[in-house]
């Protein structure tokens, strides 16, 4: 079910209000040829949240292991609580094979059975959820019954007007239609790519078309408040239920893109709790998304220069 609106579209945010905003989902090593990185999108989602100011949180499950202890210890590194990381010590830290072919182009093995696999329902994630305002979940970390199951709980347990984003990642085979339509039909805001977006649709019986026409169906199907589709470096379209705004990207020497578009969805998020206007949304996401790839990895150290023109693209404009 779809929950009202907590505040009137005209309501203000108090300049300094810190909103509590949850990464819920995988955290993962990337056994990268050159080493391990920590990642998974719920972390790198919260990393950045935490960059513009709000109480970011990531809640996950790792084993209790030698990489689990050192994702626990990376995860604080980042500025961020770990008390809502489940410790299993049944199941390793969940892994990502990271190999790269003759061409260049990476391989991913994303390795099954692992501590994200197994989240429980605590009560201590329930007591995260009535606090949240705002959860963003993905479709990986549904992968097992278990963790989905959980997932579920959460986003059942949060209260009216607490913000829901999904963030749509196909990633190997793990996603289906069920997943993909009982996830939009729990969250607020979808995100996903224009690759994304004509598989979704078939998946979900909205006929593919013009990418802004297949937008607007599957946001009136689910009823949400917003879809927005990132196009890489091509910028991203957003619609809205009384608006639409593209954005054509911010043009920046890529380093790598790994975390780009996770720093998206925060700078996104970030505006929307503060009623910003579709245009300024956009502008800032794009910034935020565009400046992580420029930088190496997806948790780079804060740049405040950047940081500040987030914070000020509230300046550039209206909603189309």
């Not at 954005?247 to 890529?254: N, S």
Request: charged share 20%; glycine share 10%; with cysteine.
């Amino acid at each position: 079910m779809k929950s009202a609106d907590h505040h009137s579209p005209h309501s203000l945010v108090p300049a300094n209000h810190r909103f509590t905003v949850v990464g819920l989902g995988e955290v993962l090593w990337d056994l990268l040829p050159k080493g391990k990185q920590l990642g998974g999108a719920p972390a790198n989602f919260a990393y950045m949240t935490g960059l513009l100011g709000d109480r970011a949180i990531v809640a996950s499950r790792i084993g209790k292991d030698r990489l689990g202890n050192a994702a626990a210890r990376r995860v604080a590194r980042l500025g961020l609580p770990t008390a809502h990381l489940q410790a299993d010590a049944g199941h390793p830290t969940g892994t990502v094979n990271v190999s790269v072919d003759s061409q260049g182009q990476p391989r991913f093995e994303i390795i099954e059975g692992v501590a994200w696999d197994f989240f429980d329902w605590t009560p201590q994630w329930q007591a995260l959820a009535a606090e949240a305002d705002a959860v963003c979940f993905g479709t990986l970390a549904q992968r097992s019954a278990q963790s989905r199951k959980t997932i579920v709980s959460f986003l059942e347990a949060v209260r009216p007007g607490t913000l829901r984003i999904f963030d749509v990642n196909l990633r190997q085979a793990f996603f289906s239609k069920d997943i993909l339509a009982e996830s939009a039909a729990r969250t607020d805001i979808m995100k996903l790519n224009d690759e994304e977006l004509p598989r979704v649709a078939e998946l979900l019986g909205v006929a593919a078309g013009e990418r802004a026409t297949t937008a607007r169906a599957l946001l009136k199907k689910y009823r949400l408040k917003l879809l927005c589709v990132t196009c890489g470096g091509q910028g991203s379209l957003l619609v809205a239920p009384d608006g639409t705004d593209t954005h054509p990207g911010y043009p920046v020497t890529v380093a790598d893109t790994v975390g780009s578009g996770d720093a998206f969805t925060a700078a996104l998020v970030h505006k929307y709790l503060r009623h910003a206007p579709l245009k300024a949304m956009n502008a800032a996401a794009n910034r935020l998304g565009s400046w992580v790839a420029s930088q190496v990895g997806a948790t780079p150290p804060a740049d405040p220069a950047v940081i500040l023109g987030i914070h000020n693209s509230q300046e550039e404009g209206t909603a189309a």
